[in-house]
């Protein structure tokens, strides 16, 4: 059984011998992995440490902001790093899903990489769990916090060491950390979401126009499922479009969004939510009616496998 106090007496004195008189950054982005991660680092380094938030232009609404107040507020020096331009120049013109992932993957540690000399860091702590591992080793799907085990030397390529505290970890027992170190209860159950961010959400090429309907599109799916005890629940914008009509009749070429919500364990596999027919309409109709130009309302059924839970 995992034992959480355990874990964290280990790793905090195993993160302070690692990191000795150096100084070191960890790239949060309000997720419970990352989230554990830095408040581990601080335990072990204190003022040794700052938390570093990348707005790609890629998060949640008010997302950047609410993260950053959230490691300031436990008194963790927080630097919240504007890159969103870097991000859609480097994802212009792409389409296919790996060289999304890929390109997401350079942008992110070039910036960090970036941030580091700045700082005159050479250490990173990232918050890597075992299925981001499994699934990039095993081809499933390139995560952008895998280097090392595909081969990528972040020394080399980056010039920092990386150490992911947390690397051999499912989510469940990462929830557990996050309460044993009374992390908020947003971060603690928060529902597991992508780090390439709405970029995996947008299916073709990534632009901010596209982003910015998959944002209000996140918003509202994830406003009318708060109560749902699902794994994951989310929108997606598909590349195609479909005919629609306006509310005086006439055709429309529009949007397709997708609903897609699982219930699962630890991400390996996953099962469809059974999602009550009214709380479907609901979102089918905010979905339409507060954001221009969408024209159909999809809900995806399939498990894991044959699908991954996300769509990219």
């Known amino acids: 059984m995992f034992d959480a106090k355990q874990f964290l007496k280990e790793n905090v004195d195993w993160i302070r011998q690692e990191v000795g008189d150096e100084k070191a950054i960890v790239a949060a982005s309000g997720g419970v992995d990352s989230s554990v991660t830095a408040v581990l680092g601080f335990k072990a380094l204190g003022d040794k440490l700052t938390v570093v938030f990348l707005d790609n232009g890629l998060m949640r609404e008010g997302e950047p902001e609410t993260v950053t107040k959230i490691f300031k507020d436990m008194g963790i020096e927080t630097k919240l790093y504007d890159v969103k331009e870097k991000f859609f120049q480097a994802m212009k013109n792409l389409t296919d899903p790996e060289e999304k992932r890929k390109a997401f993957r350079q942008t992110f540690y070039e910036s960090l990489a ?6 005159g860091v050479k250490i990173l702590l990232q918050g890597t769990i075992a299925a981001d591992v499994s699934e990039t080793v095993r081809g499933v799907k390139s995560q952008h916090n895998v280097l090392e085990q595909i081969g990528i030397n972040p020394i080399q390529e980056f010039g920092y060491r990386i150490i992911e505290p947390v690397k051999e970890l499912y989510k469940p027992e990462v929830r557990q950390l996050a309460k044993e170190l009374k992390l908020p209860e947003s ?13 995996v959400r947008v299916i073709g090429e990534i632009t901010p126009e596209k982003i910015g309907i998959v944002r209000k599109a996140t918003k509202i799916v994830e406003d009318e499922s708060k109560d749902l005890p699902s794994f994951q629940v989310f929108a997606v914008l598909l590349n195609d479009k479909a005919t629609g009509l306006t509310e005086k009749g006439e055709r429309a070429y529009g949007n397709i969004i997708v609903i897609r919500a699982v219930d699962s364990k630890d991400a390996m596999t996953a099962e469809p939510t059974k999602i009550q027919w009214d709380r479907l309409l609901r979102m089918k109709n905010r979905l339409v009616s507060e954001i221009p130009g969408v024209s159909r309302v999809l809900y995806d059924i399939t498990s894991k496998p044959p699908a991954t839970i996300e769509f990219e």
């Open 187 to 199: 971060i603690v159950n928060r529902k597991p979401f992508p780090g390439p961010a709405l970029s």
């Open 114 to 119: 970036n941030v580091a000399r700045e700082r």
